[in-house]
């Protein structure tokens, strides 16, 4: 087997369990090794440090599959891989009969670049990395034996696939496409996902638990939900009793989605709901112009920062949204606003958000800080997975 052999000093991430091996970290590649190839890794006096895959054009030179020299990466390896990450989802009573549930979180799940997520009986299987895209097949084999699913849509067209010379790739790896797409229900209200079309996987699985929280606060209360691709938190603020909910985001295809969730869900009252196609920042000024005001705002944005760069840019648009969303609210009201930029930090968020209540001229308190869903565990070892945070702020 090829053997990577590190730079002095530089094995001290991988002896933490940190998966990511940086180019700059390595000394030399012994023997050859192609895209997606296991390469034993070794630190520059000869330690061993596990296996990994490497990934010859991307600043992440190396994935470390394993921590442990002498397992053998295979199909078996997979399958252990795959069983273990559906067992521990399974073993949490508030995730085991959720029909919308991430089975595998990449480095947090020990399969670094690997990403599925189930919809009923349909897992959409997405791969960011070359060794990922190397054990395509172990990988799937290994999720039908584990999940029993009728069938396997691989979504392998994130961005990120481009750093690593992968190009895009999309279709059924396993079974055919559904008669009449895919359903799932999450907290009682059914919501179509677009596996094929719609972002990420499809659905913000990440946002269930939330989308809870949304429903607990939203009886009787005027809500503002900005950023609301399908409709997610617009629905469950129906769902509990919402006076009226003003959904916003510019893209037509959501809105369409979005409207055709409410029609999915009879039960709720469509009359309350209305969904605007228009930029959030414009329509939050306009709002403010017009007078309006509201009990609770949503703003779950998109990524501003893909990474730290650009980082001063998006504090700036993070600080704008935050801003106007507390001139919007009601005495008592409440703000829950979210990013989901890797290059934000909490603490750098919490900064923004007080910034931007105190350019509002509001007093605003933490009630909760907020984070993805339990099937995005954070690995301690990696903490570039927790990629999302959220605070419920109340203003006095
Ligand atoms: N909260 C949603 C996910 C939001 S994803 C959920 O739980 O399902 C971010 C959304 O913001 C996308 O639907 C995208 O179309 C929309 N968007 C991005 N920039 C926007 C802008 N400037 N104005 C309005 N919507 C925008």
């Not at 590649?29 to 630190?43: M, Q």
């Not at 992968?166 to 055919?176: I, P, V, Y």
Request: charged share 25%; with cysteine; glycine share 10%.
């Amino acid at each position: 087997m090829p053997e990577l052999i590190l730079n002095p000093g530089k094995e001290r991430s991988a002896m933490r369990r940190h998966p990511w091996i940086f180019a700059g970290a390595v000394a030399h590649l012994k023997g050859r090794a192609r895209l997606g190839d296991t390469v034993e890794v070794f630190a520059h006096d000869g330690r061993p440090l596990g296996r990994a895959a490497f990934s010859p054009h991307s600043q992440i030179r190396a994935r470390l599959w394993t921590f442990d020299a002498a397992e053998t990466v295979d199909h078996a390896f997979f399958k252990r891989r795959v069983a273990a990450a559906v067992a521990a989802r399974a073993a949490l009573p508030e995730l085991a009969n959720q029909e919308g549930l991430r089975l595998i979180h990449g480095e947090s799940d020990g399969l670094p670049g690997v990403i599925a997520d189930r919809y009923g009986e349909t897992v959409v299987l997405q791969l960011n990395s070359a060794g990922a895209e190397k054990w395509r097949d172990a990988l799937v084999a290994a999720l039908v034996q584990a999940t029993g699913c009728a069938r396997i849509f691989e979504r392998s067209d994130s961005d990120v696939r481009g750093l690593e010379g992968l190009q895009a790739r999309t279709g059924f790896l396993h079974g055919e496409a559904p008669e009449g797409g895919v359903v799932i229900e999450e907290h009682g209200l059914r919501l179509e996902v677009d596996i094929a079309g719609g972002h990420k996987t499809g659905f913000y699985l990440d946002q269930r638990e939330n989308r809870r929280l949304v429903r607990e606060l939203s009886a009787g209360r005027s809500v503002l939900n900005g950023f609301c691709y399908t409709g997610g938190f617009s629905l469950q603020a129906l769902a509990g009793g919402a006076a009226q909910v003003l959904s916003i985001d510019s893209s037509g295809p959501a809105l369409e989605s979005a409207r055709r969730n409410l029609a999915l869900n009879p039960q709720l009252d469509g009359a309350r709901a209305e969904w605007r196609d228009a930029d959030v920042f414009e329509e939050l000024r306009a709002l403010k112009k017009s007078g309006a005001r509201f009990d609770l705002i949503v703003l779950d944005p998109p990524k501003f920062a893909p990474s730290a760069a650009h980082a001063a840019r998006a504090a700036r648009a993070y600080k704008d949204i935050n801003l106007l969303g507390f001139r919007l609210l009601n005495p008592g009201g409440l703000l829950m606003t979210y990013s989901c930029s890797g290059g934000i930090g909490l603490e750098l968020f919490q900064k923004i958000v007080a910034g931007a209540a105190g350019d509002a001229g509001v007093d605003a308190r933490i009630l909760r800080r907020l984070s993805a869903a339990p099937d995005h565990p954070v690995a301690l070892a990696f903490p570039e997975g927790e990629y999302l945070k959220g605070l419920l702020c109340q203003v006095v």
